[in-house]
């Protein structure tokens, strides 16, 4: 069941925290211990712009919803990814209250602040992207469309050559352990510096293929990733930390690799457990209700009430409890003993059309996903506090929105900014490229921003700039196509609600005389830099753009950096390996290594090319 607050209760539970706050300063270090952070997939899609302050919350009427957005894990995790730790031990009484990051002391609760900068480096010369390592992730025939790795991060910004990892899944069906077998989900750690990184883990659990991104556990210690196959599987895997889990050093026999996988110690698939031993990793799978495909959605975990959504190829959203702190469970008319439900798995099209990722927003209580026939749904889950059609959640919303072109279709999740309770879709129809806004409740605002002729083949969700993040205006930056070439566009966002079109500049990114799918957008900024940077980061599989000889980009795959300012075009200040494949390259994770000896690196992966890659620059 999801949790639900007395207004009464939260405004004076905040108080007392806050009246209490001289009182709490001797144990104010614990408060700046770090537990470790994930980035995956769900932090590319589920944002926030400013919530404002406590006071501005109060003096408005909306401090249940800014109570909401402050205890959101992926709010607080968002907020030290872009902003380091304050150098000093003190924070600010709002803060205290919510449990977000220190501040310095003696500073009025007022607007969300960006936390100060560090104290300043000497400059570096900015230098071209280079590849730091590339690991192979097996052998067979890929996916298409592009999903995201997911990073762990033990202690941000500091980066941790032994305690962080990233995991990748292998797009390949899975082959049992053997002479020459293959992994279905593969982890890397020690992979900072020179040389290859290790192994960290690399496991088969069955005959499927990982074809969508995975999801992080908030202590990193779980992994949960869908099996693809005629009847899908949903999975969580504990990371074994003993015994042999396909890890080890890369280069030194007897080497690990995709090749040389190995089950986790415990496999549970079904309620029914296998014992494989020489680890102590625990594997649970579901065998998802219906026996149906997913091929398109990754699982999103509403970490607060441990609860994960998946939509399937047949039209449907399942929902999964206890997914990381208990034995998981699907919902189903045979289970629907609280915290589940009846009418689950809920009914979307009930039809044939592949479902996108589902995109839950704990402030309006809403589930958001897109289909591959170009409409975007909402599914009101229990506790569900904004309508979007319908009255007795768990329920399909009778809300839904679409291009008016024809042929249209929904690639990518949908991006919601929480804080404005705004949804946004990249819809490609046979006509054009469009970037759709609308309100949570799918119908009182909406504004549709078309872009010459359709993608290629798929379409990606864009990203915001740091203005978006720390106030609610600035710019969405999309990748689209014109006639003749990929072409970068900015739309323009003011007080949360977007412009009909782009703001009149764009850039082309591939080389003029052919188009090429962009991967999703990623943005990253970096505070660990003087001056601090806001970069922009994309991954084309064919036709790269080139404006000198000295970059290293000349109409070959790529990845391109760009560096982000209120002029346009953006500065284009790196490139990177001619050599990728020229089928579909995966999306971009950039972790927050904001100083330290390894900088901050890019990891994603050549699908087509069977091949996982980290890079580095020490000016990212």
Same mark, same amino acid.
């Given at each position: 069941?999801?949790?639900?607050?007395? &207004?009464?209760?939260?405004?004076?539970?905040?108080?007392?925290?806050?009246?209490?706050?001289?009182?709490?300063?001797?144990?104010?270090?614990?408060?700046?211990?770090?537990?470790?952070?994930?980035?995956?997939?769900?932090?590319?899609?589920?944002?926030?712009?400013?919530?404002?302050?406590?006071?501005? !919350?109060?003096? &408005?009427? *909306?401090?249940? &919803?800014?109570?909401?957005?402050?205890?959101?894990?992926?709010?607080?995790m968002?907020?030290?990814?872009?902003? !380091?730790? *304050?150098?000093?031990?003190?924070?600010?009484?709002?803060?205290?209250?919510?449990?977000?990051?220190?501040?310095?002391?003696?500073?009025?609760?007022?607007?969300?602040?960006?936390v100060?900068?560090?104290?300043?480096?000497? &400059?570096?010369?900015?230098?071209?992207l280079?590849?730091?390592?590339?690991?192979?992730?097996?052998?067979?025939? +890929?996916?298409?469309?592009? /999903?995201?790795?997911?990073? /762990? @991060?033990?202690?941000?910004?500091?980066?941790?050559?032994?305690?962080?990892?990233?995991?990748f899944?292998?797009?390949?069906a899975?082959?049992?352990?053997?002479?020459?077998?293959?992994?279905?989900?593969?982890?890397?750690?020690?992979?900072?510096?020179?040389? %290859?990184?290790?192994?960290?883990f690399?496991?088969?659990?069955?005959?499927?293929?990982?074809?969508?991104?995975?999801? %992080?556990?908030?202590?990193?210690?779980?992994?949960?990733?869908?099996?693809?196959?005629?009847?899908?599987?949903?999975?969580?895997?504990?990371?074994? @930390?003993?015994?042999?889990?396909?890890?080890?050093?890369?280069?030194?026999?007897?080497?690990?690799?995709?090749?040389?996988?190995?089950? +986790?110690?415990?496999?549970?698939?079904?309620?029914?457990?296998?014992?494989?031993?020489?680890?102590n990793?625990?594997?649970?799978?579901?065998?998802?209700?219906?026996?149906?495909?997913?091929?398109?959605?990754?699982?999103?975990?509403?970490?607060?009430?441990d609860?994960?959504?998946?939509? #399937?190829?047949?039209?449907?959203?399942?929902?999964? @409890?206890?997914?990381?702190?208990?034995?998981?469970a699907?919902?189903?008319? @045979?289970?629907?003993?609280?915290?589940?439900? *009846?009418?689950?798995?809920?009914?979307?099209?009930?039809?044939?059309?592949?479902?996108?990722g589902?995109?839950? #927003?704990?402030?309006?209580?809403?589930?958001f996903?897109?289909?591959?026939?170009?409409?975007?749904?909402?599914?009101?889950?229990?506790?569900?506090?904004?309508?979007?059609? =319908?009255?007795?959640?768990?329920? %399909?919303?009778?809300?839904?929105?679409?291009?008016?072109?024809?042929?249209?279709?929904?690639? #990518?999740?949908?991006?919601?900014?929480?804080?404005?309770?705004?949804?946004?879709?990249?819809?490609n129809?046979?006509?054009?490229?469009?970037?759709?806004?609308?309100?949570?409740?799918?119908?009182?605002?909406?504004?549709?921003? $078309?872009f010459?002729?359709?993608?290629?083949?798929?379409?990606?969700?864009?990203?915001?700039?740091?203005?978006?993040?720390?106030?609610? *205006?600035?710019?969405?930056?999309? =990748?689209?196509?014109?006639?003749?070439?990929?072409?970068?566009?900015?739309?323009?966002?003011?007080?949360?609600?977007?412009?009909?079109?782009?703001?009149?500049?764009t850039?082309?990114?591939?080389?003029?005389?052919?188009?090429?799918? =962009?991967?999703?957008?990623?943005?990253?900024?970096?505070?660990?830099?003087?001056?601090?940077?806001?970069?922009?980061?994309?991954?084309?599989?064919?036709?790269?753009?080139?404006? $000198?000889?000295?970059?290293? =980009?000349?109409?070959v795959p790529?990845?391109?950096?760009?560096?982000?300012?209120?002029?346009?075009?953006?500065?284009?200040?790196?490139?990177?390996?001619?050599?990728?494949?020229?089928?579909?390259?995966?999306?971009?994770?950039?972790?927050?290594?904001?100083?330290?000896?390894?900088?901050?690196?890019?990891?994603?992966?050549?699908?087509?090319?069977?091949?996982?890659?980290?890079?580095?620059?020490?000016?990212?």
């Open positions: 069941m999801h949790r639900t607050f007395s &207004k009464f209760a939260i405004v004076g539970a905040a108080f007392a925290v806050i009246v209490g706050l001289t009182a709490l300063i001797p144990g104010q270090e614990a408060l700046r211990r770090r537990t470790g952070m994930p980035q995956d997939w769900t932090h590319h899609h589920l944002v926030f712009s400013n919530p404002g302050s406590f006071a501005e !919350a109060t003096r &408005k009427g *909306s401090f249940v &919803k800014w109570y909401r957005i402050m205890n959101d894990p992926r709010f607080q968002q907020r030290l990814r872009r902003y !380091a730790a *304050s150098p000093s031990g003190m924070v600010e009484a709002e803060d205290l209250a919510i449990g977000v990051l220190p501040q310095l002391p003696g500073e009025a609760i007022g607007k969300l602040r960006l100060p900068k560090p104290k300043p480096k000497p &400059k570096r010369k900015p230098i071209t280079h590849n730091d390592w590339s690991v192979s992730l097996g052998s067979g025939t +890929p996916g298409t469309d592009a /999903w995201y790795p997911a990073k /762990w @991060t033990f202690n941000p910004p500091v980066l941790s050559l032994a305690y962080d990892f990233v995991v899944p292998t797009d390949v899975g082959v049992p352990p053997g002479v020459s077998g293959q992994a279905n989900i593969i982890g890397f750690y020690y992979m900072y510096g020179s040389g %290859l990184p290790w192994f960290f690399s496991h088969y659990v069955g005959p499927g293929i990982v074809q969508t991104s995975p999801t %992080l556990s908030k202590d990193g210690t779980k992994v949960a990733y869908v099996e693809s196959s005629g009847a899908s599987v949903f999975h969580v895997l504990k990371i074994g @930390t003993s015994g042999n889990t396909g890890d080890g050093p890369i280069p030194t026999p007897p080497y690990a690799s995709a090749s040389k996988p190995v089950y +986790p110690g415990t496999v549970t698939l079904n309620g029914s457990t296998t014992t494989y031993g020489g680890n990793a625990v594997d649970v799978g579901i065998t998802m209700s219906g026996g149906v495909s997913v091929t398109r959605s990754s699982p999103f975990v509403d970490y607060t009430n609860v994960a959504y998946v939509g #399937d190829d047949s039209g449907y959203l399942h929902k999964f @409890t206890e997914v990381f702190t208990g034995t998981p699907e919902c189903t008319s @045979t289970n629907t003993a609280p915290p589940c439900e *009846s009418g689950w798995p809920l009914t979307v099209t009930g039809t044939a059309t592949t479902l996108t589902p995109v839950y #927003d704990a402030t309006s209580g809403n589930i996903l897109g289909s591959s026939n170009g409409t975007l749904y909402c599914v009101r889950e229990t506790g569900s506090s904004v309508d979007c059609g =319908c009255s007795s959640p768990p329920c %399909l919303g009778s809300n839904t929105v679409t291009s008016s072109g024809g042929s249209s279709v929904i690639f #990518d999740a949908p991006l919601v900014d929480s804080t404005a309770g705004m949804v946004y879709a990249t819809i129809d046979s006509s054009n490229s469009n970037v759709l806004q609308v309100s949570t409740d799918l119908i009182s605002t909406k504004v549709t921003a $078309t010459g002729a359709p993608a290629q083949t798929e379409l990606y969700d864009g990203d915001f700039d740091n203005s978006f993040y720390t106030t609610d *205006s600035g710019y969405l930056y999309f =990748c689209g196509n014109s006639t003749v070439a990929t072409t970068l566009y900015r739309i323009a966002i003011s007080s949360g609600v977007m412009s009909g079109s782009n703001d009149g500049n850039l082309a990114v591939t080389n003029g005389t052919a188009n090429s799918d =962009c991967s999703p957008l990623s943005e990253f900024y970096n505070t660990g830099y003087v001056p601090t940077k806001d970069l922009l980061l994309l991954a084309l599989p064919s036709f790269g753009y080139v404006n $000198t000889p000295s970059l290293l =980009c000349n109409s790529c990845v391109e950096n760009f560096s982000l300012g209120s002029s346009f075009p953006p500065i284009l200040n790196g490139f990177t390996i001619g050599s990728l494949s020229t089928t579909t390259l995966s999306a971009i994770i950039i972790d927050s290594g904001n100083g330290g000896s390894y900088y901050s690196n890019i990891y994603f992966a050549d699908i087509g090319g069977h091949t996982a890659y980290q890079l580095s620059q020490a000016a990212l």
